[in-house]
């Protein structure tokens, strides 16, 4: 099993930037790639950027040249450094593993952390 703790959220105004990270233990030789997800009120999740095991990476279309996914594989943690935050990027943010092993349906989720970007 992967377990995902996600911390760096709160409240930003517009244009300002946040910085997320996510910690992954457990069975983490079986994590083939991790992203970013984001869920805001009344929408589905949807990928935010995510990062294979290989250093491969891909991001929203919005997000492009505003937001960096990178990781620590020593630490076995993800970041994401957000700038220029737009309001409507509030969201819950949450941290995704993807294991075929270790995850039901391939995908193991953290908890979110709340980012409310306000205008």
């Known amino acids: 099993q992967v377990q995902l703790v996600e911390s760096g959220g709160g409240l930003v105004q517009a244009g300002g930037s946040l910085r997320l990270s996510c910690a992954a233990s457990g069975s983490i030789f079986s994590i083939n790639a991790m992203g970013w997800y984001r869920q805001a009120p009344g929408k589905q999740r949807e990928l935010v950027a995510a990062?294979?095991?290989?250093?491969?990476?891909n991001y929203a279309d919005s997000v492009k040249g505003r937001f960096t996914i990178s990781r620590d594989n020593a630490k076995n943690t993800v970041y994401l450094q957000m700038n220029s935050l737009k309001p409507e990027e509030t969201a819950v943010y949450y941290c995704?593993?993807?294991?075929?092993?270790?995850?039901?349906?391939?995908?193991?989720w953290g908890q979110g952390t709340q980012v409310t970007v306000s205008s």
């Open positions: 995704n593993a993807r294991s075929a092993t270790a995850c039901g349906i391939g995908d193991c």
């Open positions: 990062i294979t095991s290989g250093g491969s990476t």
